[in-house]
T-cell receptor, first 116, second 114 residues
Framework: EAGVVQSPRYKIIEKKQPVAFWCNPISGHNTLYWYRQNLGQGPELLIR????????DSQLPKDRFSAERLKGVDSTLKIQPAELGDSAVYLC??????????????FGPGTRLTVL | AQSVSQHNHHVILSEAASLELGCNYS??????LFWYVQYPGQHLQLLLKYFSGDPLVKGIKGFEAEFIKSKFSFNLRKPSVQWSDTAEYFCAVNDQTGANNLFFGTGTRLTVIP
């Protein structure tokens, strides 16, 4: 079974440029998460999708961040414009469904973003 | 809001030494607890989890963790570490209501010297 796929693995951009990250969750997983992991920290949730609906985006900086999951499968996270402080690893995770029976979250390899 | 504390930022051990990594959480309700591991250059992987029942949980690769509710702790242990255990270890918690979102600690880097 394929795991969570993310691309690109690395991205270097100059500040004020836009950037997008793509995630394809494990097949059949309805719940999808985007996390940001700063250097020396644990992952922090940005947004959670149940199918195509963003059910928790309270931690997403909406002035510059946006996300979509149009068909309830793969998802894109965008930053426009990027700032120096956005340098981090952006992780995507998925699980079968919400709630206790939903199983653990499975993580992708992440996209390491460097903003110069 | 929930929080998770991992007090050991970097632990260095020799092979065959015993390991215990601390994890404390703050949440008064019922929780699920997890340890994830990230080997160098790899993605986060689930090591073990506690949902209910026996508070001593056994995971992969000889790891175990004990949930002590009175201490709000979920420490990770391994009796004899190997060089291949060199990795970053993250404790995480989620509540059993509503969103079931995960809250992670800051991680502990383990270096095992051959």
């Amino acid at each position: 079974e394929a795991g969570v796929v993310q691309s690109p693995r690395y991205k270097i951009i100059e500040k004020k440029q836009p950037v997008a990250f793509w995630c394809n969750p494990i097949s059949g997983h309805n719940t999808l998460y985007w996390y940001r992991q700063n250097l020396g920290q644990g992952p922090e949730l940005l947004i959670r999708y149940e199918n195509e609906e963003a059910v928790d985006d309270s931690q997403l900086p909406k002035d510059r961040f946006s996300a979509e999951r149009l068909k309830g499968v793969d998802s894109t996270l965008k930053i426009q414009p990027a700032e120096l402080g956005d340098s981090a690893v952006y992780l995507c995770a998925s699980r079968q469904k919400p709630g206790l029976a939903g199983g653990p979250q499975f993580f992708g390899p992440g996209t390491r973003l460097t903003v110069l | 809001a929930q929080s998770v504390s991992q007090h050991n930022h970097h632990v260095i051990l020799s092979e065959a030494a015993s390991l215990e990594l601390g994890c404390n959480y703050s949440y008064g309700g019922t929780v699920n607890l997890f340890w994830y591991v990230q080997y160098p250059g790899q993605h986060l992987q689930l090591l073990l989890k506690y949902f209910s029942g026996d508070p001593l949980v056994k995971g992969i690769k000889g790891f175990e963790a004990e949930f002590i509710k009175s201490k709000f702790s979920f420490n990770l242990r391994k009796p004899s570490v190997q060089w291949s255990d060199t990795a970053e270890y993250f404790c995480a918690v989620n509540d059993q209501t509503g969103a079931n979102n995960l809250f992670f600690g800051t991680g502990t880097r383990l270096t095992v010297i051959p």
